[in-house]
């Protein structure tokens, strides 16, 4: 192998590491902007359960808590809305800060409990 074909090898070669470094550093910006998008989406929660009028019920399962009561009318509150959507993006159900939220088969009552603790 004569000079300009070792020559030629090695740029090729270095060429091809500096592709990879560049698809590399492409791929760590991803995951690094996808975590931290899903660390704000965390933070901007757009609702506060304390600010939902809770009512206490009884169940097959036993107490739990649901907004709106039974009978009672839905008064259009900005944390209800809210928890609404975030059940409705996580199929009905979720679990934040100690609590299970779920929504009824009426797409429109909202019941939670606190986690139980496992025995």
């Known amino acids: 192998m004569n000079e300009s074909e070792l020559s030629e090898v090695v740029v090729d070669f270095l060429n091809a590491v500096e592709a990879a470094a560049v698809n590399a550093k492409r791929q760590i910006a991803e995951i690094k902007g996808v975590a931290e998008k899903e660390a704000k989406a ?10 939902i009028p809770w009512t206490k019920a009884e169940g097959a399962r036993g107490a739990y ?6 009978g009672e009318k839905i008064e259009s509150l900005p944390d209800y809305k809210g928890l609404l959507s975030d059940l409705k993006g996580h199929r009905n159900f979720l679990f934040r800060e100690g609590w299970n939220y779920w929504l009824f088969p009426d797409l429109v009552t909202v019941g939670r409990k606190p986690k139980s603790k496992s025995k």
């Open 65 to 70: 808590e649901r907004y709106p009561a039974e």
């Open 42 to 51: 965390e933070e901007k929660r757009s609702w506060e359960p304390e600010k």
